[in-house]
């Protein structure tokens, strides 16, 4: 006999198997991609975003890492352990729920990285995780969400503003991990940041909860 679900728990779990089914085809195309002609001999690198696939938090960083681009997978590595260990000590956002990407999708050794344009694939995963909060960290990550029509054209990327995109979500920008991790300053200003991003979250919870047409 299958198992039963209640009515709203059986919609959530739909919700997943369909934003995992288009998450597959959005890294498909993201392994496949030819937009940008590669030299010949030369090995590209390609990174997918990783993650929960409905998540409230979506994290979008500027910069592949080593660790990113030997495993193919976005915040593997010394990232995604920072951003672990912080989830660890805030009181709202679990490292396990929240969803991560990077602007550029792949990397070459002499490909013109100033030429690249992945915005398209943001917009995609945008869409479907439809998160309610976007970490925009460094400055190439909040001119993407520019790009793909989420943070106006008048606004500049200010590390600890937060704004309310044309989506119907936040946006809070901060720095790059790498340059996070530069000097003792930045990272309390980085850890900052993390802690307005989960108070934040925390209201969004809060007044969600409270205008629940389900109570």
């Known amino acids: 006999m299958a198992e039963q679900f209640p009515e709203g728990e059986n919609i959530y779990g739909l919700f997943i198997e369909k934003a995992v089914a288009d998450l597959k085809v959005l890294r498909d195309r993201i392994l496949l991609c030819k937009h940008c002609p590669s030299i010949p001999g030369d090995s590209v690198k390609r990174v997918i975003g990783s993650g929960f696939p409905i998540a409230d ?96 054209g008048e606004q500049v990327y200010s590390p600890g503003a937060l704004i309310r995109s044309s989506q119907e979500s936040l946006i809070l920008s901060t720095y790059e991990i790498s340059e996070a991790l530069s000097s003792e300053e930045k990272k309390k200003v980085f850890w900052s940041h993390l802690k307005l991003l989960d108070k934040s979250y925390k209201r969004m919870l809060t007044l969600f909860e409270k205008n629940n047409p389900l109570k």
């Open 57 to 152: 938090i979506f994290l979008l960083k500027s910069d592949l890492t080593l660790d990113e681009l030997e495993s193919g997978i976005s915040f593997c590595g010394r990232d995604g352990e920072v951003i672990s260990k912080a989830c660890s000590a805030l009181e709202n956002i679990k490292f396990d729920f929240i969803y991560g990407t990077v602007s550029y999708k792949c990397y070459a050794d002499n490909l013109d990285m100033t030429g690249l344009d992945c915005s398209d694939f943001i917009s995609t995963e945008l869409r479907i995780v439809r998160p309610r909060i976007i970490l925009a960290m460094g400055s190439t990550a909040f001119n993407t969400l520019q790009k793909v029509g989420y943070a106006g």
